[in-house]
């Protein structure tokens, strides 16, 4: 296995293309003992299953369930990755087909997510292979692979994209609206107990489940402290509602965080700072920071569906 991470885009267009350009690749991964892992659709798990024939060892997982949210799937394969080096494995193969579900919102997370990989996981054993079906996606979202991978397989020739863009430039955030009805805005004190109560209240009245109001409890409650600490005051806070999402909207004066990647890459525990935020974002439904000349705005937001 390679020292380090590689991250490939697969460009496929039929079940042949498919199966021809990632077999070599999974079967070779089979050969060195490392630990491989597919992640795709149940009919491109059945074709692989096919190719490889029923004596093949390897961990599955269908893209629908395994792309959820951002956050979570970088755990996840963070996870599979901790477990599989403690346990012998030279490295890893994955075969990650991101879903990218079907609005406009849901493909700009994961075409950033694409871009936070590359730093999630560098200097790790690890080769990432993440097909892109050009006859079912979007030509925009065929065309970010090539801005979010060094590095790309057109069939069975492999090559360096030469439009790749360094991930720092890749991860802006994502505007969360705060329309809709306004339930309600407190500015926070040193005691972060009317921060709770707040959530709560507001959450109750937005529809939430009992689980999903302790979830945005804590998230609140992190973001008011990330900006208690680090920001500058006053640190105001605001609950929003519309049709299918609660807001919550935490702002200060402050510069926000320097780390573009905060949030989204899970900190070392030297590191001190920075798990609220990764906490919060594996929480939230969607968690945005933006910082300018006129301070920083984190928004969280889940979905009333939740509830």
Sequence with gaps: MRPELHHDALFYGSAGDFVDSLLPF??????????????????????????LGTDT???TAHSAEWYSKPAQTIDRYRRVMEHALSSGKPGLRIVGEVDFGTTDIEHAEWKRYESVLN??????PAWVVC?????????????SASRSHPSAFHGKEHSKSHHFVEPANMVGPLP????????GELEVGESLQPVREFVTRTSQQAGLSKPSTEDMCLVVNEIATNGMRHGLP?????AWLDD???????????????????????????????????????LADRLEITSGDEGTSIRASM????G
């Design 244 to 282: 299918e999402n609660l807001v919550y909207d935490v702002s200060d004066f402050g510069p926000g965080p320097q780390n573009p990647f905060a949030g989204f890459i899970p900190p070392k525990v030297s590191e001190g700072d920075g798990m609220g935020l990764w906490l919060s974002r594996l």
């Design 234 to 238: 006053p640190v105001k806070l605001q």
């Design 131 to 143: 097909p892109y079906n050009t006859r079912n996606l979007a030509p925009e979202l065929v065309e």
């Design 57 to 59: 060892e390897y961990a």
């Design 303 to 306: 979905s009333t569906s939740s």
């Design 176 to 183: 969360l609206p705060t329309g809709g009805q306004l339930l």
């Design 119 to 124: 730093v999630a996981f560098g200097g790790q």
């Design 26 to 51: 999974v079967r070779d991964g089979l050969e060195r003992d490392e630990h491989v892992m597919v992640v795709t659709s149940p009919n491109n798990l059945g074709i692989i299953g096919d190719a």
